[in-house]
Structures are given as structure tokens and as C-alpha cells.
């Protein structure tokens, strides 16, 4: 009986260690797809902001060179894109910088402080982690926006003199930190499908 009892609890300390194990990969794994889809997500939008900077002329001027402002600068259209992007889905993206121009774009505690980091560490391309909001586990996924050349006619120099969007040059130059992307994604139906799991080895073991 006592050869039995021993037994029983050691087959049951290597299940347990086994159960542990396959959570810690599974869950490690649904932490992967989640960044490689923040990943695409965020580039899709970078790609969009980047043809729509490039084509401001053909959107502005006319087929007889008149010009007229149409509204379709890339801040403009990224923020669209975020407001139907989230009514479409459950995630979250939006464009943020520390001084933003719209309240819509204002960072939180999570952006602002990796945006510090972005500042700080030009070499630094992502920052991702787990966070709660509003009750809710959620994915955090940012990635920083240098400034690039057709970024400068709204954001360049002279400091304080009006773009053509009516707010103030903040006198960036080149590469300097423009702002950030910021997507955030809930983490129930990846924890749901770990937690299934988890039942499932329990029920068969």
C-alpha cells in the first residue's frame, strides 16, 4: 500500500508538471500569433500612411494644377481607418504622440511611457506586452513613426508657423520620433482556447 501511495503521488506530480508545461507552451504560442498578427495589422496601416504622404499632390491638385486642400493627409486618413477598423472588429488602433493634435489620438499610460522608450532608443522598433483595460486582459502592441521627408512640409520647420492643415510645425527633422502606432487587442478567445485545453488533459488524465 505504501509502494502504491508513493507511486500514485509521484505519477501525479509528473502530470501535474506535464499540465504546466503544455499550459506554459500553449500559452506562449497564442502570445506569438497575437504579435505576429499586431505585426501585419500595424504595417497595413504604416503601408496605407505611406502612400497616402506620397500622393498628397495628386489627391490636392486638380488636373489643371489648382489646388485645393482635401483633408486626406495621413493623420487624417489613419484616424478613419481606426474608427472603422474598430467598429469592424474588436481591436483597437490608433495613431498617438506625446503632444497630439487630437484628443482621439491622446496616449495613455501604457503609450506614453513607450513612447518615452521610442524617444529614448532610436533603435528600438516594437514594444509589446499584456495589459488590462477596462476590466479586460488585453494585448499591447506599439511601433514607433520617424519622420521622413514628406512628413516635414507639415511637421517641419518653421516651429510654430500653420500647415496646410491649420495646426502648428512642431519643427521635426528627419528621423526624429513623429508619434506611434498603437493597436490593442483583447486576449479572451486566445485564453479561452488555452483554458479548453487545460480541461481537456485534466478530463482525459
Not at 499540465?19 to 504595417?43: F, N, S
Amino acid at each position: 500500500h505504501r509502494f502504491m501511495f508513493f507511486t500514485t503521488i509521484v505519477v501525479v506530480f509528473i502530470m501535474l508538471i506535464n499540465l504546466a508545461w503544455d499550459y506554459h507552451t500553449t500559452r506562449a504560442q497564442a502570445i506569438l500569433e497575437m504579435h505576429e498578427k499586431a505585426q501585419v495589422i500595424t504595417k497595413q496601416l504604416i503601408a496605407t500612411r505611406e502612400v497616402i504622404a506620397k500622393n498628397q499632390d495628386k489627391i490636392n491638385f486638380d488636373s489643371q494644377g489648382n489646388f485645393e486642400f482635401k483633408h486626406l493627409n495621413p493623420a487624417k486618413v489613419g484616424m478613419e481607418i481606426g474608427y472603422i477598423f474598430g467598429e469592424l472588429t474588436d481591436y483597437s488602433i490608433k495613431q498617438t504622440r506625446i503632444d497630439s493634435r487630437s484628443g482621439y489620438n491622446a496616449p495613455d499610460e501604457f503609450e506614453k511611457d513607450s513612447l518615452l522608450k521610442f524617444e529614448q532608443d532610436p533603435h528600438l522598433t516594437e514594444i509589446w506586452g499584456e495589459d488590462v483595460v477596462d476590466g479586460e486582459r488585453v494585448f499591447r502592441y506599439m511601433v514607433p513613426l520617424r519622420v521622413k521627408e514628406e512628413c516635414l512640409a507639415c511637421h517641419g520647420e518653421p516651429v510654430g508657423e500653420r500647415d496646410i492643415t491649420g495646426h502648428l510645425k512642431e519643427g521635426y527633422i528627419l528621423d526624429d520620433l513623429g508619434g506611434a502606432i498603437s493597436l490593442i487587442m483583447p486576449m479572451d478567445l486566445f485564453l479561452q482556447g488555452i483554458r479548453a485545453d487545460v480541461h481537456r488533459h485534466l478530463f482525459f488524465s
